[in-house]
């Protein structure tokens, strides 16, 4: 310990008389103070600077040399000091990342063993009722963390940017398109948000001026290929039906692929929509990116005749397996998927078989939020003068972002609706009709047992009576929910239903 003291002691005083050396070697190789700035002192230009390799009188310059080497020692010094500063003012916000990421993975970690327990198998109800091979089958999607992941997507949309959604309208040769494009941005809550794409077939001129007439408010695609399409000579009469579903690859790819969206709502030209058109699909659109159940949200109920809809409950939606169109979104994903095979025409019903739905459903409202009022089309009128023109229009703004809208999840959904139907009184149409003997104000259950019985009861109940792929209008699980004077009534086949038949189409 002693030796230890004594060797610090003398490096001490080595380290004094050295720095009194090189003070004295200083302050004799300075000039005297009164020659400074006379032509050969410290004044840039003179005969002689400080640090010049030669000193006066032939001395070396040993005190510029000390001073160089102490001034580079300084600057070195003051580097070193802000990168230890630097250093210092991110260590904390390393030590922060660090322990952010131990709890992420930690969380990781008790999520991943949370969804195990939690986890059910893929649901395959066909095989649990005995269905035999070849038919559809429920996807095979594990459901029960469905709600979780649609109450995890709405909080993290409504923490991030909000999703663009924007509008494709279809359009070909109808003027009356202004109608379409007027309640569009009538109602428009934000053009950033809802860019509003007008996609033109057919080549028009008058229509393409009524369209360019709305200048930046739209933005106006051409379909570039107007060639007829060689079709077998019976399909002839169709030849607009393959425009249309050519017109509809063409801008979708356009709107997934060109301008890079990753969702879209389609209307088309003969469409008027509702005050809550756009808080509608804002809305839904996290169900809809959640539930891999779901397929499509629609803004249109086949059966929203007026007598046939609830006018008080403009709030109410419902789960369909009828593909409805109308006013509806879609995902990017699913573009992905069909995109591939689209068919040559026909495409909404193309979108119905089993090969495309693949089990999966929509959401539809109790009250349409859109409306259409083109009688004249491919279609000759269908419908139109039955249906079509009577259909209900929403005149009630329904703030559905503000509502809780988790009970549409496929197994919050499931039991509900099965309960609600199979428990409602089974009753006959005569009774239902005359309703004398019917006690409140329901819901009752009408029960069909076959294709006949259901279009035979469809058509005295006033509802569409026509399947598409098995599937009756607007039906969920084989069931068609609607008003009749005044009562909720299920027209449903019997307990226990497993399947659609496609051979009732």
């Known amino acids: 310990m002693v030796r230890k003291k004594g060797s610090l002691i003398l490096c001490g005083a080595f380290l004094f008389v050295a720095w009194n050396a090189l003070l004295l070697l200083f302050l004799w190789g300075r000039p005297p103070i009164g020659r400074l700035g006379e032509g050969g002192g410290a004044e840039p230009g003179g005969r002689e600077e400080w640090g010049a390799a030669g000193g006066r009188q032939g001395r070396p310059d040993l005190a510029g040399e000390v001073i160089r080497l102490a ?51 893929a649901l395959d109800t066909d095989q649990s009722r005995g269905k035999s091979a070849g ?61 509003i794409i007008v996609s033109q077939d057919c080549g028009n001129a008058e229509t393409a001026r009524v369209i360019g007439s709305y200048g930046s408010q739209v933005t106006h695609l051409k379909q570039p290929d107007l060639s ?17 579903a050519r017109h509809y690859r063409w801008a979708l790819n356009q709107v997934f692929n060109t301008l890079s969206y990753s969702t879209v709502v389609i209307v088309e030209d003969d469409l008027e929509v509702a005050s809550d058109f756009y808080e509608y699909f804002r809305a839904l659109y996290p169900v809809l990116r959640s539930d891999p159940t779901l397929w499509c949200v629609s803004a249109w109920n086949d ?7 609830d006018p008080g409950q403009a709030a109410l939606l419902y789960r369909t397996d009828f593909f409805p169109g109308l006013g509806w979104m879609l995902l990017k994903e699913l573009w992905q998927e069909l995109e591939p095979k689209w068919p040559a025409a026909f495409w909404d019903d193309w979108m119905r078989q089993p090969d495309q739905r693949k089990d999966r459903s929509c959401i539809r409202p109790e009250i349409s939020r859109t409306i259409t009022f083109g009688r004249k089309g491919v279609s000759m009128g269908q419908f139109f003068d039955q249906y079509l023109r009577y259909i209900k229009l929403n005149t009630e703004f329904v703030p559905f972002t503000k509502l809780d809208l988790s009970y549409l999840v ?13 428990s409602a009184p089974l009753v ?16 009752f259950r009408v029960q069909y047992s076959s294709r006949d019985s259901f279009k035979v009861l469809a058509r005295n109940l006033g509802v569409m009576d026509d399947f598409k792929s098995g599937v009756p209008r607007a039906g969920y699980r084989g069931v068609v929910s609607f008003l009749s004077k005044g009562r909720r009534v299920y027209l449903a086949p019997p307990p226990g239903w497993s399947r659609y038949d496609t051979s009732w189409s």
């Not at 007829?228 to 249309?244: L, N, T």
């Not at 006959?428 to 819901?443: A, D, V």
């Open 71 to 121: 001034e580079e020692v300084e600057s070195e010094l003051e580097t070193q000091k802000q990168l230890l500063q630097q250093i210092q003012s991110h260590r904390a916000l390393w030590e922060r990342r660090r322990e952010s990421g131990k709890k992420d993975v930690a969380g990781s970690r008790d999520t991943k063993g949370e969804l195990k327990r939690h986890q059910q198998p």
């Open 135 to 195: 038919d559809a089958v429920v996807s095979a999607a594990p459901k029960s963390n469905i709600k979780k992941e649609l109450t995890d997507a709405a909080r993290l949309s409504s923490a991030a940017a909000p999703v663009v959604i924007p509008i494709l309208v279809i359009a070909c040769d109808r003027v009356t398109v202004k109608r379409s494009l007027d309640k569009l941005i009538q109602y428009r809550p934000s053009v950033e948000l809802h860019p």
């Open 228 to 244: 007829d399409i060689a079709v077998r000579p019976e399909h002839r009469k169709f030849q607009g039906y393959y425009k249309i």
């Open 303 to 309: 059966n929203g005749r007026d007598g046939l809809v």
């Open 410 to 422: 496929w197994e919050t959904y499931n039991e509900k609706f099965e309960k609600d139907v199979y």
């Open 428 to 443: 006959t149409i005569e009774e239902l009709q005359q309703g004398g003997s019917l006690k409140g104000g329901g819901p």
